[in-house]
């Protein structure tokens, strides 16, 4: 009885991992065909070499940062008052931040149109740079549900009140506090934050565009519609990115030392 | 005039009042224990003097200066707490620094009290060690040292050895008082153990439902108890109600007498004494350098303490005694 279902879960495991990995596999093998003579890297080559790449990907990066930035600041200290002093508003507080989840990102784009066109009276639209501080804003929406989720569960492991009783009885300010002694102690969180919103926000695609700026999610879009070989290798290097920030999460969640409440 | 004194304090959660009209007053350098169960208020008025909390009313001065509104980063009092409060991702040494950090004293002289702090509790050699690399008792020792480096006007100890194994619970419940004695610090320690509070403080506070029930010097409250509250709480009282102690003494009294178990002399069972009782012993249980009885006569059991001297001692259940009580020791409680 026991082998038999031992049996199960490893087909049921096959099953998935086939599921998961043989697109993966096909697209990469489809990659490396784009000399006719046999496997290469040639896509990946041209693929780096656009220049098109090279500004969507350091675009992104750099909203990717800026958004954690932003991000970081917002929710750390709402996370941390809330624990703190308004644990009833807990509920509402995480109903909103996992309002991205519920309504579609073309939704929110649209309200945003709505709200900041040129015809506003905040016109963010009006120019280029505020469009980027427009789409940074609806980045740190999007990312609400993985940061404060992170934030708030690395809170949880900590003894927060306490530790903030302590640093108050020696005479700390709150920023002191916040910033050498909750900080430091969500340290991993935060990370783990940082890097689900850096996956996040290089792939997304439907904010960008519809806001017209020259992103890696449009820039993929485009090259996948026009292009044979260099669609398949910037998929690959996409799930590369994306995995690169999962190990990430994992080599700081590791590292980090053992869960304490307060030691 | 007294170095701490609280007027009138009130503490009200919701329409829950946990304290009530507390007062108290403590001069400079005295050892004060609020002593009592859980839920009793002894914590909450601890978080009032802390800051942590604020009171619903009533008045906190310390050395002359209302402070009941002032911030806790400005009240100058420290405070360790149960659970040790360490800064997980500091080391013994920069846990300890970080008051005068904050207080901004310049890095010499940080260097210099961290390291008499540390000598004065015992943790040299472990300076670079981090929270999660200490024992418990260690632990306790940082978070004391950690308060009492920034000069406290008042140090504050909440339940700081609850956590702690019977043995280190007992040698550092000496360090701290021995501490505190070099240092004359003024101190409030808050306890639910009534030896912890018998062994190290000048005078107990016993707390119950959010209010004082005695107040007095540790021998005092241990031997002359002012409710039935503080005689169950305090030691193993024998207390009588008032028609047991009729039963029992032929006396007449109102409220309850209590009657410690050291109080009550066993006599053989032969013995002519006058103003003796007859009874006779159930069971007993040793507890270590005494013997605790439990003694019937007249239908009532009593609890008897004798010296466990040596193994002939113990006297087997069934054996008919003679009880002697002075009326010196039963005390009439509320």
């Known amino acids: 009885m026991k082998s038999t279902s031992r049996l199960g879960a490893w087909v049921a495991i096959a099953i998935g991992t086939l599921y998961f990995v043989l697109p993966l596999i096909a697209t990469f093998e489809f990659s490396?065909?784009?000399?006719?003579?046999?496997?290469?890297?040639?896509?990946?080559?041209?693929?780096?070499?656009?220049?098109?790449?090279?500004?969507?990907?350091g675009y992104s990066t750099l909203m990717a940062v800026l958004t954690i930035i932003v991000g970081i600041l917002l929710v750390v200290p709402t996370a941390y008052w809330i624990q703190l002093k308004l644990p009833r508003l807990r509920p509402l507080v995480e109903f909103i931040t996992l309002l991205p989840l519920v309504i579609p990102a073309i939704v929110i784009v649209f309200g945003y149109l709505k709200l900041y066109n040129s015809s506003s009276w905040l016109p963010l639209t009006?120019?280029?740079?505020?469009?980027?501080?427009?789409?940074?804003?609806?980045?740190?929406?999007?990312?609400?549900?993985?940061?404060?989720?992170?934030?708030?569960?690395?809170?949880?492991?900590?003894?927060?009140?306490?530790?903030?009783?302590?640093?108050?009885?020696?005479?700390?300010?709150?920023p002191s506090i916040l910033l050498q002694v909750i900080f430091p102690n969500v340290k991993s969180a935060i990370l783990s934050g940082a890097f689900l919103t850096f996956a996040v926000v290089i792939g997304e695609f439907t904010m960008a565009s519809l806001l017209g700026r020259?992103?890696?999610?449009?820039?993929?879009?485009?090259?996948?519609?026009?292009?044979?070989?260099?669609?398949?290798?910037?998929?690959?290097?996409?799930?590369?990115?994306?995995?690169?920030?999962?190990?990430?999460?994992?080599?700081?969640a590791r590292n980090a030392r053992p869960a304490r409440k307060t030691a | 005039m007294a170095y701490?004194?609280?007027?009138?304090?009130h503490k009200r959660f919701d329409d829950h009042v946990v304290v009530h009209d507390f007062n108290m007053s403590i001069e400079q350098g005295e050892f004060v224990t609020f002593l009592g169960p859980s839920g009793?208020?002894?914590?909450?008025?601890?978080?009032?003097?802390?800051?942590?909390?604020?009171?619903?009313?009533?008045?906190?001065?310390?050395?002359?200066?209302?402070?009941?509104?002032?911030?806790?980063?400005?009240?100058?009092?420290?405070?360790v707490f149960q659970s040790y409060a360490l800064f997980p991702n500091m080391n013994v040494t920069q846990n300890i620094g970080f008051g005068l950090k904050m207080r901004k004293c310049p890095a010499d002289d940080i260097k210099r009290k961290v390291a008499e702090v540390i000598k004065l509790v015992e943790l040299t050699g472990k300076e670079n060690h981090y929270p999660h690399?200490?024992?418990?008792?260690?632990?306790?020792?940082?978070?004391?040292?950690?308060?009492?480096?920034v000069e406290p006007r008042i140090l504050l100890l909440d339940e700081p050895l609850s956590a702690l194994d019977a043995r280190i619970r007992k040698?550092?419940?000496?360090?701290?008082?021995?501490?505190?004695?070099?240092?004359?610090?003024?101190?409030?320690?808050?306890?639910?153990?009534?030896?912890?509070?018998?062994?190290m403080s000048d005078r107990i506070f016993v707390m119950n439902q959010g209010r004082v029930e005695q107040e007095g010097r540790a021998e005092i409250v241990y031997t002359e108890p002012a409710t039935e509250f503080v005689a169950r709480f305090m030691g193993n009282y024998n207390l009588l109600?008032?028609?047991?102690?009729?039963?029992?003494?032929?006396?007449?009294?109102?409220?309850?007498?209590?009657?410690?178990?050291?109080?009550?002399?066993?006599?053989?069972?032969?013995?002519?004494?006058?103003?003796?009782?007859?009874?006779?012993?159930?069971?007993?249980?040793?507890?270590?350098?005494?013997?605790?009885?439990?003694?019937?006569s007249a239908g009532i059991t009593l609890q008897v303490d004798r010296l466990n001297r040596t193994a002939s001692d113990l006297m087997p259940a069934g054996t008919e005694v003679r009880l002697q009580i002075s009326r010196d020791d039963m005390r009439e409680v509320r």
Request: proline content about 3%.
């Open chain 1, 126 to 174: 009006g120019n280029e740079r505020a469009t980027d501080l427009l789409l940074m804003c609806s980045y740190v929406t999007l990312a609400l549900p993985y940061l404060y989720r992170s934030v708030d569960a690395g809170l949880r492991a900590i003894d927060v009140r306490t530790l903030t009783e302590a640093a108050e009885s020696l005479g700390a300010s709150w």
């Open chain 1, 32 to 57: 490396l065909k784009m000399n006719r003579d046999g496997y290469s890297f040639e896509a990946y080559k041209v693929v780096l070499a656009d220049p098109g790449f090279q500004a969507t990907f």
């Open chain 2, 171 to 199: 040698n550092l419940r000496e360090q701290i008082r021995d501490i505190q004695r070099r240092l004359g610090l003024t101190t409030i320690f808050v306890t639910h153990d009534q030896e912890e509070a018998l062994t």
């Open chain 2, 133 to 149: 690399e200490l024992s418990g008792g260690q632990r306790q020792r940082v978070a004391l040292a950690r308060a009492l480096v």
């Open chain 2, 4 to 9: 701490l004194t609280i007027n009138n304090l």
């Open chain 2, 241 to 296: 109600g008032a028609a047991d102690t009729n039963r029992l003494l032929g006396l007449n009294i109102s409220g309850h007498l209590a009657i410690r178990p050291e109080s009550i002399h066993v006599l053989d069972g032969h013995s002519q004494q006058d103003g003796t009782l007859a009874g006779t012993i159930r069971q007993h249980q040793l507890l270590g350098n005494i013997i605790r009885y439990q003694i019937e």
């Open chain 2, 40 to 79: 009793c208020g002894k914590t909450t008025v601890l978080r009032m003097i802390a800051g942590f909390e604020t009171p619903t009313s009533g008045r906190i001065c310390v050395g002359g200066e209302d402070i009941t509104q002032q911030a806790a980063q400005k009240r100058g009092i420290g405070m």
């Open chain 1, 214 to 252: 020259p992103a890696f999610g449009p820039y993929l879009q485009l090259i996948g519609a026009n292009r044979a070989y260099e669609p398949s290798a910037l998929a690959i290097i996409a799930f590369m990115v994306t995995w690169a920030s999962m190990g990430l999460i994992q080599v700081f």
